[in-house]
């Protein structure tokens, strides 16, 4: 055993000297820091962390874990709530040394480093007037968010952050550096827009910008929950007839104990919308006159603002190392019964910082074809999710995830039954998988299989898994 200790111990100092950036294991500086996500409920400890600085330390640590066995995963920004970003007893890549973006305006686009967040992109980017849709919290990694099909408040304008890629740089399971296109490498880039993790280290990405801001007209607003019978009908009728310049996420929640909400309502039951015009500034006002006509808010700051401002307005919602457990679903349509629904569940929520929430989608994700890209369900129109969150400690942790599944069964009926691979926790078993794919899972397979037989990346949802798993249960 000492030798094979001894073995392992040679082959790190050697990949020390072949990187230019670092390499740690549990027992050194830095590696708690390296291996901290956003969901503190993930238990998963790496063999081995490479902070590699460029594209050359991700081959030689691909390379390595190839060689020893390693499952390989890859953190950017850390926020996926399953914590995939941790291969646990194998070999993450914290990217987070890469964060440089490259903003070609005349062009209209941006090149990303696969370590920066959906801040690092909106901030250069919006120097020129230019976004690209991206997700509703600064912190979320570029990478992650991207990979598993990317959606936000300009989805409705301008489709999944998939639908905007137009180029990526890779480094595949063999140790190659390929870059990859809707013209060099189609079928990787296809499979990799909605399930780039199971395909590869990405190391940038090359978007499409588009005219955004740099003001956007939007926020929250929020109104007692007695009337949600009245907030969730105007909701509905709202997102029906909005223009695709217009995006709201609807919450049912407690208030926050924020400076902006009158000390009264701390901790009530609220139901809250987070809005977004960003069309042109002459018709803001009728886009959001259906929300003032409700009157009588609890909180109102709706207001014209910077984009990157909203962008990152909720970052303080979610603090990085609470326990966090969603379950979520597509809906084509919000019925009365699904309203009602979602206003008893919540009446009855036990879970003092648990959500139910609505978020609209439909609009351009209908402009491409089902098949353009892996990520699929573009008959989607809203995700509907039961959210929790909790501290470290809390005692009732085991029966606030039950509370949050048995939600997520009682709104199931009234769902497509399809799911968004980035809000899936790491408990959801192969059938989930395979339903954030549809008609495009075999195709997926197929495309895993050639660029990485030996499934060396396996640390997230994974294609080859739940293939397995799907075969031991007999539904495969």
Request: charged share 25%.
């Amino acid at each position: 055993m000492s030798r094979l200790l001894e073995s392992r111990q040679t082959a790190v100092d050697e990949l020390r000297e072949r990187l230019r950036g670092s390499v740690m294991t549990p027992h050194d500086a830095g590696f708690e820091a390296a291996t901290r996500l956003w969901n503190g409920m993930v238990d998963a400890t790496p063999a081995l962390v490479v902070q590699p600085t460029g594209t050359a330390d991700v081959v030689e640590a691909i390379d390595f874990a190839r060689a020893h066995g390693l499952p390989v995963g890859v953190r950017g920004g850390g926020h996926n709530i399953a914590g995939t970003a941790l291969a646990d007893g194998g070999l993450t890549l914290d990217m987070s040394r890469l964060r440089g973006v490259l903003v070609a305006p005349e062009a209209r686009t941006a090149t990303a480093q696969a370590g920066c967040l959906l801040g690092d992109l909106d901030r250069e980017s919006q120097l020129h007037g230019l976004a690209t849709p991206l997700g509703f919290i600064s912190e979320v990694g570029v990478a992650g968010l991207t990979l598993g099909g990317g959606l936000g408040y300009l989805t409705r304008r301008f489709g999944w952050t998939v639908d905007n890629l137009l180029e990526v740089e890779l480094v595949t399971a063999d140790g190659a550096v390929r870059r990859a296109s809707r013209d060099e490498h189609a079928d990787l880039f296809w499979a990799l827009r909605g399930a780039g993790a199971n395909l590869g280290v990405v190391t940038s990405f090359t978007f499409r910008l588009h005219p955004v801001g740099p003001t956007v007209h939007g926020g929250l607003i929020a109104w007692p929950f007695e009337r949600a019978e009245e907030i969730l009908r105007a909701y509905r009728a709202l997102t029906v007839a909005s223009p695709p310049e217009l995006t709201s996420f609807l919450m049912l929640m407690r208030a926050p104990a924020a400076p902006f909400v009158p000390a009264g309502w701390h901790g009530e039951r609220v139901c809250a919308m987070t809005v977004c015009f960003s069309g042109d500034p002459r018709e803001a006002e009728e886009a959001l006159a259906p929300l003032r006509a409700l009157g009588d808010p609890v909180v109102d700051l709706l207001r014209e603002q910077p984009y990157t401002e909203l962008q990152s307005s909720l970052d303080e919602t979610e603090p990085k190392g609470l326990h966090y457990y969603w379950k979520t679903d597509y809906a084509a349509e919000l019925s009365d019964e699904l309203l009602r629904t979602l206003r008893e569940l919540f009446a009855a929520c036990p879970i003092p910082d648990a959500e139910l929430g609505i978020l609209q989608l439909g609009g351009a994700l209908r402009e491409h074809a089902d098949a353009d890209g892996a990520v699929g369900n573009r008959d989607a129109r809203y995700a509907i999710g039961a959210l929790g969150m909790w501290g470290p400690d809390e005692p009732a942790a085991d029966a606030h995830r039950r509370w949050i599944r048995a939600a997520w069964e009682r709104f199931r009926p009234f769902t497509t039954g399809a799911t968004y691979i980035n809000f899936q926790t790491a408990d959801e078993g192969p059938d989930r998988i395979r339903a954030s794919y549809g008609r495009n899972f075999d195709r997926l397979v197929e495309i895993k299989r050639a660029y990485d037989p030996e499934n060396l990346f396996r640390s997230n949802r994974n294609l080859i898994a739940s293939v397995a798993d799907a075969s031991r249960s007999g539904k495969g």
